[in-house]
């Protein structure tokens, strides 16, 4: 699962986008956040990646 906050961050041009996802911890089987400000249109990617 992963849920992408709302607000928009803009920066000169460029439209940038914080993301959270909920990722598993291997050692403690626990989930945990991971944040990240990335480009508007590489969200997607983000969000696929393990």
Known sequence: MA???V???QTAS???TKV???????KSGAYIFEE???AADSV????KQK
């Open 36 to 38: 990240k400000v990335v």
């Open 7 to 9: 607000a928009t961050l």
């Open 14 to 16: 460029k439209k940038m």
């Open 20 to 26: 959270i996802k909920m990722v598993k911890s291997p």
């Open 44 to 47: 997607d990617a983000f969000l």
């Open 3 to 5: 849920k992408k906050t």
